[in-house]
């Protein structure tokens, strides 16, 4: 039998040190097709930049926020894929930009 909390806590742990030791932090944002805006901030780590913070903000308004502090809620869950500029459909914003939605 699979230790889901043992897991959990691992990833938390994981999310957490790549949080608290970054150095460099990128910031992109993306729409999707349901007229929602996702803003995520990731970090490099072994040659990927893994997403550490996503919020989204539906076209209703309301604001799902994810983080190793908030893995998953009923809304959604933090990506555990690793995201690629030159692929992934994502527009660099500043910091300040993901900060004022991440803060609200």
């Given amino acids: 039998m699979v230790d889901l909390e043992r897991i959990k806590a691992e990833t938390m742990a994981y999310f957490r040190a790549l949080d608290e030791a970054a150095t460099r932090r990128h910031h992109f944002r993306h729409a999707d097709e ?5 803003y995520i901030e990731a970090v490099p780590d072994r040659g ?6 996503q919020a989204e903000q539906t076209s209703a308004g309301q604001l799902h926020r994810y983080s190793w502090e908030h893995l998953e809620d009923e809304h959604g869950f933090l990506t555990d894929q690793a995201v690629d500029p030159e692929e992934d459909p994502l527009e660099a ?7 004022r939605v991440w803060t609200r």
């Fill in 34 to 38: 349901e007229g929602g805006m996702w």
């Fill in 48 to 53: 990927e930049l893994v997403v550490i913070k």
């Fill in 93 to 99: 914003i500043p910091a300040e930009d993901f900060l």
